[in-house]
């Protein structure tokens, strides 16, 4: 059976149909061109030719002309839409015009960076031109360097390596800064949250040191489908930027499918596990010889996943090797070879997180399933992307975990497939990111006593850090004195800048097997947790927390460990408040100490609870922004005269916020928690909050309390359409964490959250279904 | 709650590294000026002012004529330069990582006037004072041509270049030769000593002590920093004396390094020290591409001998076996070769003896015994090819 019969057959499948929310049939669309722009230099209008390339699309064209006229701007574009001749275009045309011009290419990932390498390469070969691209990151050879520095027209590098490698030794980099012309940076909505906040402020300091040089460069940045992509465009480089619409490629047809496994336990409203029912459908696509690449959300489900597959493709006679695994943490070497194999063909199908969700190269597959939802629409656009080549039909299936933000895109389908409501948030002056890279910045070059950085005076952070003795100020200027390397201790990916080292003791003298930051260490690292890596188990015999060293050995068991983290809020101080209806708005900056204090053992296959254990670490202690919700007073007396009950309403209405707010903010839901306290010490009222889990907060809080109506609103008309009875994960959390009348009372609460009208009572009555 | 309170929070909760490493307290600088126990002079310059002070000793470094240095200092065919030329150099910096934000705050310079050697220490009493001490340092380096330093080639040299180029002054150094004696010093006494640390190649090669008073390396940029914020200026006399005795050092390690070259034009004879010695000689003849010469002395440190069985043995082996092959020494070759594989050298022995008996010494049966012990199966066949050929006699017309 090919994929196409496939198709029709599950069309045709009542009981496949029954748990289809929408199958939406994207048809195919023609190409847009427009002919080259009379700017565009004469060889390179050749070369193009010569690769077959007589027009271009529209926003190919619309981005070439932008550059020409001195323009910084954004791209925002699905993938493979031929985004990358929207920047190789204006470079090599600068470059052929003036062989002194350089530029800089930012990619998120050292493995994108390398990829996209290739590309101009190959365009610059079919030029013949004298134009020299290199990738520079940590594994560009010493000997290599120099070279590098002086001769590279286009060099290829990640935010990591310009903050550490580059910036610090900027005047190694003269020819480079002194003729800089353009700064690519691709995948724009990647930075977003903490990486974001920390990226923007390597991009300042890109441009404080290029003007140094007397350069300032024109920005490109390219995006996935956002709602903000100018706004986050701008925030992230300084500068004011155009946008390019109407996007040109074409594409074939492609059938979307919302999948919402069933419901298995009414009582408890849990659905049938994500994992199980994707290795279902996976498994289905495998016998139709499709290539395929099958998403999940975390390392270890990647790992499950790959763990069935291997069988299951045995069965119709896809060996081991043609089924892979892709995800951080295994080595470059491993991952070069699968993205070859999915090129060429030889691998059938690969289990992957999203770290293949960027554009890697690993040509266009037939099938995507989705074990769960990407987190943002964006990188469930970009995922589904993977599917789809220009001729045959492709087949994207969304399978919905039970989580709230899952259960609202597969339940409001229409969210997904209108205009993307997402918006992309970061926080370049967040205080900690900041100070971080006004030392960075001080090290690189002195700062003038009347210098802005970021648009505005910072005097007040480094005088800070003049008292601290890291800085000394003289003769109008702020020096670094400190005997440190600052950008050695900023970690642009986290916030804390600790790792954990994995070491597989069963290896002749202890070999390192993978890396992971010190919060999901405590989680999956933990000791007797169970660790899967490469589909291999491992048993963790100790976690040395003062070293940093988790000691590991392969195993075979049947279960899996998940651990639980327990956390306590304190508030510190209100930033900004608001009236709201008879309660209160407010931001401001909140304390929290959190432990991982037990963790579950859960059998492989059947997913059952077989045991548990304590786990014995320190508490983390973390500064972060929070948005809080003062509920008024009277509150619970209105909710016990309707016989439910104010903590109920509460945790219920936490749980369906904490899920539905992410989705409007474009956060990871990891990266935002929400918890509630009947009476909070700070208010002295019943409060409920939303806060950033990173140190500092990088801007989520802030947009929610500026946003807490229209997220309100979406999270009404989601728990007024959620099936279950009494409250279940998909809004306010199952009866037994959150209480019999929970969703009664969180509807009623949230029917009040919409500044105190008249239609409340009714807007509750609806909510409670 | 005010901004330097929530920073020091955020800051703490974040586990952030404390900011306090090393810094500068307040913002006043040296506000009280410059101590006048440093004996530092004003130098007036276009660039602003410079503060240094001089000093002179008799009687240390090298002979007035240097030897021709390839080989030990520079890759390329030294000019013919007199000491004269030559100007020593070492900084004094805020700290090691390099990366511009690190600060040369003492420049120390050398050279000689006739016998005397004239030491003279720029020193940077505040950031952002940099450029009456670059412009001092271009002016008074300007009638050398060579610079030698102690690993400057990779640390000073490009500090005093990013330090120019921060300040958008050329580099004061730019046409100058540069001679690090560290590669020098690794090369010639790197496996007697412990380490080529500075100190350590003064003290077992030039029998210099640093003796009392001396201020440990990595103590320096506090010392300077502690002088900046709180003028407590105790310990920078420590550090001008610190710099000054590297100085004193560069000139004594400068002037083994010649007397280093000039063995080289005396016989090859064995003398103390040895097989160290000759082995060091005969490495540095190789790189000066004085093939002969490398061998007799590769000769004399083979005659001398390292302790069997250690890695210097063997590493001594296989350098001489490449030395004699470069100086076509066949037969010292041959018995260096057999004397090794007699020894129970291992498989390199036999390949080296196998390719000398193939290509040099025509002998192929034996080339053929040494491939296969060292396992060479595409030489054996070709050998055994090649013994077939000459062991077929001739067929000529009429037999």
């Known amino acids: 059976m090919n994929l196409t019969q496939l198709l029709d057959q599950l069309k045709a499948d009542e009981r496949f149909l029954r ?46 002309a932008l550059a020409a006229a001195g323009r910084s701007f954004v791209v925002p574009t699905p993938t493979a839409s031929g985004k990358t ?6 470079v090599l045309d600068a470059i052929l015009r003036d062989p002194q011009a350089r530029a800089l290419y930012l990619f998120p990932t050292k493995a994108l960076a390398q990829d996209q390498m290739h590309e101009v390469h190959g365009l610059v070969t079919e030029l013949g031109a004298d134009i020299r691209t290199f990738t520079f990151d940590g594994d ?76 300032d460069p024109q920005f490109i940045c390219c995006s996935a489908t956002i709602a903000n992509p100018l706004e986050l465009a701008e925030r992230l480089t300084g500068r004011e930027m155009a946008e ?30 994500t994992i199980k029912t994707t290795r279902a459908i996976a498994e289905r696509f495998l016998g139709t010889g499709a290539q395929m690449i099958v998403f999940a959300r975390s390392r270890m489900r990647v790992e499950l996943l790959l763990t069935y597959l291997e069988k299951a493709g045995r069965r119709v006679g896809i060996r081991g090797g043609e089924v892979r695994g892709y995800r951080g943490g295994y080595l470059p070497g491993e991952r070069r070879a699968i993205e070859q194999g999915l090129r060429d063909g030889s691998v059938k199908a690969v289990v992957s997180t999203n770290a293949l969700e960027l554009g890697i190269d690993i040509g266009r597959l037939d099938v995507c399933v989705m074990a769960g939802y990407a987190g943002t629409v964006a990188a469930t656009w970009q995922q589904a992307g993977r599917a789809g080549r220009r001729q045959n039909v492709s087949a994207v299936v969304l399978v919905a975990s039970s989580s709230p933000a899952d259960q609202y895109i597969v339940t409001n389908p229409d969210f997904f497939f209108g205009r993307s409501p997402e918006h992309a948030t970061l926080d370049p002056d967040n205080l900690i990111v900041q100070m971080s890279h006004l030392k960075c910045a001080a090290f690189e070059l002195p700062f003038r006593e009347d210098e802005d950085y970021g648009g505005r005076r910072v005097t007040e952070i480094l005088d800070y850090l003049c008292d601290n003795r890291v800085l000394h100020r003289a003769e109008g200027r702020y020096h670094w004195m400190a005997d440190t390397y600052p950008a050695e201790d900023v970690s642009l990916r986290s916030a804390a800048p600790d790792n954990v080292v994995i070491i597989d003791d069963s290896r002749p003298g202890g070999l390192v097997i993978g890396e992971m930051d010190l919060f999901s260490a405590q989680e999956m690292l933990h000791d007797d947790a169970i660790y ?10 100790r976690l040395d927390w003062e070293r940093r060293e988790a000691h590991v050995q392969p195993v075979r068991v049947d279960y899996y460990t998940d651990a639980q983290r327990k956390s306590e809020l304190k508030t510190l101080t209100a930033d900004e408040q608001k009236a709201h209806g008879e309660g209160a708005l407010a931001v401001g900056e909140i304390g929290l100490v959190s432990k991982v204090t037990v963790y579950k053992k859960i059998k492989l296959g059947t997913h059952e609870n077989v045991g548990a254990g304590r786990v014995h670490l320190p508490e983390m202690e973390m500064h972060t922004t929070g948005f809080w919700w003062e509920v008024p007073e009277s509150a619970a007396a209105a909710l016990a005269s309707r016989g439910l009950d104010l903590g109920d309403a509460l945790k219920g209405l936490a749980h369906l916020l904490g899920c539905v707010a992410p989705v409007f903010i474009m956060a990871d839901s990891a990266d935002l928690h929400a918890t509630a306290m009947i009476r909070s010490p700070f208010t002295g009222r019943p409060t409920l909050y939303l806060y950033d889990s990173v140190p500092g907060g990088v801007g989520y809080a802030r947009r929610i309390y500026e946003q807490f109506d229209e997220i309100c609103r979406a999270a009404r008309s989601h728990l007024a359409g959620c099936p279950c009875g009494h409250g279940c994960p998909a809004c306010v959390g199952a009866t037994v964490d959150s209480g019999d009348t929970a969703r009664a009372g969180a509807a009623w609460l949230l029917a009040r959250a919409g500044a105190g009208d008249a239609d409340a009572d009714a807007r509750a009555t609806a909510a409670e279904g | 709650m005010d901004l330097r309170g929530r920073l ?14 090393g810094g500068v307290a307040g913002t006043t600088g040296a506000g009280g000026g410059l101590p006048a126990e440093l004996g530092l002079r004003e130098a007036s310059t276009p660039a602003g002012p410079c503060w240094y002070r001089e000093w002179r000793e008799a009687g240390c470094g090298p002979g007035e004529e240097l030897p021709d240095l390839r080989g030990i200092v520079t890759h390329r065919q030294a000019r013919a330069i007199a000491r004269a030329d030559v100007l020593l150099l070492d900084t004094e910096t805020t700290g090691l990582v390099g990366g511009t934000g690190t600060l040369a705050f003492l420049v120390g310079v050398g050279w000689w006037e006739g016998p005397d050697l004239v030491v003279r220490q720029l020193f940077l009493p505040a950031p952002g004072r940099e450029e009456g001490l670059l412009a001092a340092l271009a002016e008074w380096a300007a009638p050398f041509r060579a610079v030698v330093t102690y690993n400057g080639a990779s640390f000073d040299l490009p500090l005093l270049r990013t330090r120019a180029l921060l300040n958008r002054r050329g580099d004061p150094l730019a046409h100058l030769d540069s001679w690090d004696l560290l590669p020098a010093a690794r090369r010639l006494w790197g496996r007697a000593l412990a380490d080529c640390r500075q100190q350590t190649v003064e003290c077992g090669v030039c029998g210099l002590a640093r003796g009392e008073g001396d201020i440990e390396g990595a103590r320096i940029p506090e010392v300077w920093r502690t002088w900046l914020g709180e003028g407590d200026a105790s310990d920078l006399l420590c550090v ?88 076509g020494r066949w037969t010292e070759l041959e018995r260096l070769l057999v004397s090794q594989i007699d020894a129970g050298a291992g ?39 090649r013994l077939a050929r000459t062991a077929t006699p001739r067929r000529t017309e009429g037999t």
Not at chain 1, 167 to 180: D, G, I, R, S, Y
Not at chain 2, 284 to 299: F, K, L, Q
Not at chain 2, 308 to 325: H, I, S, V
Not at chain 2, 355 to 379: D, K, Q, S, T
């Open chain 2, 347 to 385: 498989a390199w022995a036999h390949r080296e003896a196998a390719i000398l008996y193939e290509r040099r010494l025509r002998r192929l049966e034996r080339a053929l015994v040494h491939a296969g012990l060292a396992a060479e199966p595409a030489r054996v066949e070709r050998l055994r090819r």
């Open chain 2, 8 to 21: 020091a929070r955020l800051e703490r909760s974040a586990g952030r590294p404390a900011a306090t490493r």
């Open chain 1, 532 to 541: 899967i890596h490469g589909a291999q188990q491992h048993h963790v015999d």
């Open chain 1, 140 to 215: 560009t050879p010493e000997t290599a360097r120099r070279a590098i520095r002086s001769s590279g027209h286009i060099v290829v590098t990640n935010p990591d390596m310009l903050h550490q490698g580059i910036l610090p030794h900027h005047t190694l980099w003269v020819k480079l800064f002194e003729n800089l012309r353009f700064v690519v940076v691709d995948e724009v909505h990647q930075y977003r949250g903490v990486f974001g906040s920390h990226v923007a402020n390597v991009l300042r300091r890109l441009r404080r040191v290029a003007r140094f040089y007397g350069a």
């Open chain 2, 240 to 327: 001008l004396r610190h710099n000054q005795r590297d100085l004193r050092g560069l000139a004594a390690i400068l002037d083994r390094a010649c007397a280093a070259r000039e063995e080289l034009d005396r016989p090859a004879v064995a003398g103390p020290g040895d097989p160290l010695r000759a082995w060091a000689l005969a490495r540095v003849a190789s790189r000066r591409r004085e093939h002969a010469t490398a061998a007799d002395w590769i000769g004399v440190a083979l005659a001398a001998g390292a302790e069997p069985g250690t890695q210097d043995a063997r590493r001594l082996a296989r350098e001489a076996a490449l030395l004699l092959k470069r100086a």
């Open chain 1, 85 to 90: 001749l929207c920047y190789n275009l204006p």
């Open chain 1, 19 to 64: 748990h289809v929310t929408r199958w939406e049939v994207i048809p195919p669309q023609p190409a847009r061109t427009a002919p080259f722009p009379a700017s565009l230099e004469p060889r390179l209008r050749e070369a193009l030719r010569r690769r077959g390339v007589d027009e271009l699309y529209t926003h190919q064209a619309a981005a070439v």
């Open chain 1, 244 to 273: 390019v619409g109407d996007n040109g490629a074409p594409r074939g047809l492609k059938h979307f499918i919302f999948y919402n496994p069933p419901v298995v336990n009414r009582e408890l409203g849990i659905r049938a596990s």
